[in-house]
């Protein structure tokens, strides 16, 4: 009797899923279904899990490297905008803090300063290597030809390398911020020039860093060779390095003045970078920096904050920065990834500094690749 009305309800059309309780998979061969009619985590649940934050990160990566070796000024492309301080035209609103010319930003700033004056015998402490001079009388090329014996180069044909230098000592716990120099020089004889030479300062007597662009010494009639340079480090000793080239035909070298900056340290300090528009709204960001800790260690999302806006910097969102491997030898790297932030076109950063102090806690912003 059940079976006939089964079949009488076929036949009626008054067929329901009552009457197939239990219908097996494998039943099903042909035929599709409606999208409707499948769940989306009946699907989402056989398929694995992608992540492209790694390929975006070292995307990052490159584009900050390749920046630093060209020297490039900030740019974007149509997900990523790069910023390396080349120079300050991808940067505003700069407060208690400074774009150096060695390409960084810090709330340790210097002023240029201005030349030393008088005699400047008691305040140095001079030593040689690898070159000739008149005798042993270093004191000339501080004190000048009015007040002491000129030094001088004694030599002829001498070759000038890395292991050529005249340097320059203040005493113990002593530091000046150097931000040029003016070498005086005279010399009785023509030649093509006096060699290539770099100004350099370490408060090591070890480590040195180059001040300054390489300069040739005055060679053909006598004059003044004057280089300067952006310097917010404190230096014990300075020096004259030499590169390449050679002396010849009896250079002598009368007087040194140093220019000598002030330094300004602001514990607190921010910048932001101009508004960059983007190709379509959006409501998630992320960053990479690059950054220096110049002195201490500077804890992320503490000493060094960064947040994100999409909408022109009215809403800004805090990021939590997670350190990566280093970018180079004394330069570190961290990210964020996906920052929620408040929908938009016009993209921008903002990082603060804190905590700062000459000498024990110094950050340097060297780079900023923006994702979005």
Same mark, same amino acid.
């Given at each position: 009797?059940?079976?006939?009305r089964d079949l009488s309800n076929i036949i009626s059309g008054g067929f329901t899923e009552a009457d197939?309780? %239990? @219908?097996?998979? =494998?039943?099903?061969?042909?035929g599709t279904f409606a999208d409707a009619r499948i769940a989306a985590s009946n699907v989402s649940q056989h398929a694995t899990s992608f992540d492209d934050n790694k390929i975006v990160n070292d995307i990052s990566t490159l584009? #900050?490297?390749?920046?630093?070796?060209?020297?490039?000024?900030?740019?974007?492309?149509?997900?990523? $905008? +790069?910023?390396?301080?080349?120079? =300050?035209?991808?940067?505003?609103? @700069? &407060? /208690?803090?400074?774009r150096n010319a060695s390409e960084y930003v810090s709330s340790i700033t210097s002023s240029v300063g201005s030349y030393e004056t008088g005699d400047r015998t008691s305040a140095y402490t001079l030593s040689k290597n690898n070159m000739?001079?008149?005798?042993?009388?270093?004191?000339?090329? +501080?004190?000048?030809?009015?007040?002491?014996?000129?030094f001088y180069f004694n030599v002829n044909n001498e070759t000038v390398d890395s292991n050529s230098w005249f340097k320059f000592a203040l005493g113990s716990g002593v530091t000046k911020i150097y931000t040029g120099a003016k070498w005086y020089s005279d010399q009785n004889a023509t030649s093509p020039n006096g060699g290539t030479w770099q100004w350099q300062g370490s408060n090591d007597d070890s480590s040195w860093t180059n001040l300054g662009s390489q300069w040739i010494l005055?060679?053909?009639?006598? *004059?003044?060779?004057? +280089?300067?340079?952006? /310097?917010?480090?404190?230096?014990?000793?300075?020096?004259? %390095? *030499?590169v390449s080239? *050679? #002396?010849?035909?009896?250079?002598?070298?009368?007087e040194v003045f140093f220019? +000598?900056?002030?330094? &300004?340290?602001? !514990?607190?300090?921010?910048?932001?970078?101009? !508004?960059?528009?983007?190709?379509? =709204?959006?409501?998630?960001?992320?960053?990479?920096?690059t $950054?220096?800790?110049? !002195?201490?260690?500077?804890?992320? /999302?503490?000493?060094?904050?960064?947040?994100?806006?999409?909408? *022109?910097?009215?809403n800004y969102s805090t990021a939590t920065l997670t350190a990566m491997p280093d970018f180079a030898s004394g330069i570190k790297m961290a990210k964020v990834n996906d920052l929620s932030v408040t929908a938009g076109t016009s993209l921008k950063y903002k990082i603060s500094f804190a905590n700062q102090s000459s000498g024990s806690k110094e950050a340097r912003i060297r780079g900023v690749s923006l994702q979005y």
């Open positions: 009797m059940t079976k006939a197939i309780p %239990n @219908l097996s998979a =494998s039943k099903i061969t042909s584009a #900050l490297r390749q920046a630093s070796n060209e020297n490039k000024a900030a740019y974007n492309t149509n997900s990523m $905008y +790069v910023d390396v301080f080349q120079d =300050s035209t991808g940067i505003t609103g @700069l &407060t /208690n803090c400074q000739t001079t008149n005798g042993s009388n270093l004191t000339g090329i +501080v004190d000048g030809a009015t007040t002491g014996s000129p005055n060679g053909n009639s006598s *004059g003044i060779d004057e +280089v300067t340079w952006s /310097n917010s480090t404190a230096y014990r000793y300075i020096r004259i %390095n *030499g080239g *050679g #002396l010849s035909h009896n250079f002598w070298q009368r220019r +000598v900056g002030s330094l &300004t340290t602001s !514990a607190t300090g921010s910048f932001e970078s101009n !508004a960059i528009t983007a190709p379509s =709204s959006t409501n998630k960001m992320g960053a990479i920096i $950054y220096q800790d110049q !002195a201490g260690t500077n804890t992320l /999302n503490t000493d060094i904050v960064l947040k994100l806006s999409a909408d *022109g910097g009215s």
